[in-house]
């Protein structure tokens, strides 16, 4: 298995040619000594349900897995919490204000960008809109729409982590 550092052949820090495999997830530079780790992306995802039992669902505008289901979130930004990020998120996929009602799992995920492997580490929520905001699809959610929870389909989610998250969600709403 290559190398998740493999596309990277110059050290970021001097630009030297002998930026080499340190272990499985760092390469170390020969001439001046930095050491780059890879470490996880965090990201988010927001469960927003609603009093008549259905769950907010998002359909992806781009890759990877465009055109398939999503919930609302993404990556955190640096100096962002991951309750900053998630509501961040909400905000800029939905249009609506949030509030977080509880952490509920993480899970582990790869996730296929630009050509590259970008691990993630993905902390899933439950969310609450505010009163009278109404979803409307924006930023990089194709489309935004409440599905009865008893027609959600984990399947028809296209990142790994969000439809096995789907799936441990809804066995706890069974």
């Known amino acids: 298995m290559p190398h998740p550092l493999d596309s990277f052949q110059f050290c970021p820090r001097c630009g030297s040619n002998h930026f080499l495999a340190n272990d499985e ?8 000594g930095f050491t780059y780790y890879h470490n996880a992306s965090a990201s988010t995802a927001a469960f927003i ?13 781009l890759e990877p897995a465009c055109g398939t289901l999503d919930l609302p979130g993404g990556f955190v930004n640096p100096g962002e919490t991951l309750e900053e990020a998630c509501l961040r998120e909400v905000a800029e996929e939905t249009g609506c204000k949030a509030h977080i009602e509880a952490y509920l799992f993480s899970l582990s995920n790869t996730y296929r ?6 691990h993630t580490t993905d902390a899933f929520f439950a969310v609450k809109l505010e009163p009278l905001d109404t979803p409307q699809a924006a930023d990089d959610a194709a489309e935004v ?17 969000v439809s096995q998250a789907v799936e441990k969600f809804l066995s706890g709403q069974r």
């Open 25 to 32: 997830r760092s390469k170390k530079c020969g001439q001046c």
């Open 145 to 161: 729409f409440w599905m009865p929870l008893n027609e959600v389909v984990p399947q028809l989610f296209g990142l790994k982590s």
């Open 113 to 118: 960008y630009s050509q590259f492997d970008v």
């Open 49 to 61: 349900t609603n009093e008549a039992g259905q769950l907010l669902v998002c359909r992806r505008a």
